[in-house]
Nanobody, 115 residues
Framework: QVQVVESGGGLVQAGGSLRLSCAASGTINSINTMGWYRQTPGKQREFVAHMSSVGRTDYADSVTGRFSISRDNAKNTVYLEMNGLKPEDTAVYYC?????????WGQGTQVTVSS
């Protein structure tokens, strides 16, 4: 089993920055993808960014150029550096770990961007 825990959310003014962290524990395969999704009330959960074990990254069009994902395999941790935040970035951000046929989710961390 895999446990996933996010942290780093909070309240920030538009144009500001936040750094989210996600720590995974348990049985972590050498080949995996760790990433971020977000969800607001009344909307489906949407993809934000992810990064594979070999360093391949993908970003949603809405965050490309503003967000940066990185990993620290020694800590089984993935980070999301969010810059130039906009009010529309307000959401609960969820970390996901995908390996083999399984996806494991964190509990979510709230990000609120004021205008």
């Amino acid at each position: 089993q895999v446990q996933v825990v996010e942290s780093g959310g909070g309240l920030v003014q538009a144009g500001g920055s936040l750094r989210l962290s996600c720590a995974a524990s348990g049985t972590i395969n050498s080949i995996n993808t760790m990433g971020w999704y977000r969800q607001t009330p009344g909307k489906q959960r949407e993809f934000v960014a992810h990064m594979s074990s070999v360093g391949r990254t993908d970003y949603a069009d809405s965050v490309t150029g503003r967000f940066s994902i990185s990993r620290d395999n020694a800590k089984n941790t993935v980070y999301l550096e969010m810059n130039g935040l906009k009010p529309e970035d307000t959401a609960v951000y969820y970390c996901a770990v995908r390996q083999s046929l399984w996806t494991y989710w964190g509990q979510g961390t709230q990000v609120t961007v004021s205008s």
